[in-house]
C-alpha cells in the first residue's frame, strides 16, 4: 500500500449563518486543514488580511456588503487566496459577476463536500 501525501491548507469560511460556517469548518478540520470561520463581511476582510489563507469560502448571499463585494475588496487588498463563491444563485449572471468580482470558482448550493476537496487539489474537471 502507498502512502499518501496529505497537503494542510490554511482556510477561511465565510458565512452569515454561522451554524453553516461552523460545520463546513468543523469538517474541513476533520480533514486535516486549518479552518477560521467569519460571520461577516467584515470579519472576512480582517481574516484574509491576519491569516493569508490558501483558500477562501465565500457565501455570495452576505448581509450588508454581498460576496461580490468583499470578493473586490479581497483583490483589492492583494488577497492571493484562490475564492471559491458558494452560492444560492445560480443563474449563469451571478455567475459572471463572480468571475468579474475575482472569485475563482463558483459552486452552487448545496455543494458537495467531494467537489470543494477536488478545487483544493486543482481538479476542476469532475466538479458538479
Keep these: 500500500m502507498e502512502a499518501t501525501t496529505l497537503t494542510t491548507f490554511q482556510i477561511v469560511v465565510i458565512d452569515d449563518e454561522k451554524d453553516t460556517a461552523d460545520s463546513m469548518a468543523m469538517i474541513l478540520r476533520m480533514l486535516g486543514h486549518e479552518v477560521t470561520a467569519r460571520y461577516s463581511a467584515i470579519g472576512a476582510l480582517l481574516a484574509a488580511k491576519e491569516i493569508c489563507p490558501h483558500f477562501i469560502l465565500l457565501d455570495i448571499g452576505l448581509p450588508r456588503m454581498n460576496g461580490f463585494e468583499v ?28 468571475y468579474e468580482a475575482g472569485i475563482d470558482h463558483y459552486l452552487v448550493k448545496p455543494v458537495e463536500l467531494f467537489d470543494i476537496q477536488a478545487l483544493f487539489e486543482g481538479d476542476t474537471d469532475g466538479i458538479g
Excluded: P
Design 71 to 98: 470578493a473586490k475588496r479581497l483583490r483589492q487588498q492583494n488577497c492571493e487566496a484562490v475564492i471559491i463563491a458558494l452560492s444560492g444563485f445560480g443563474q449563469d449572471a451571478d455567475e459572471n459577476l463572480a
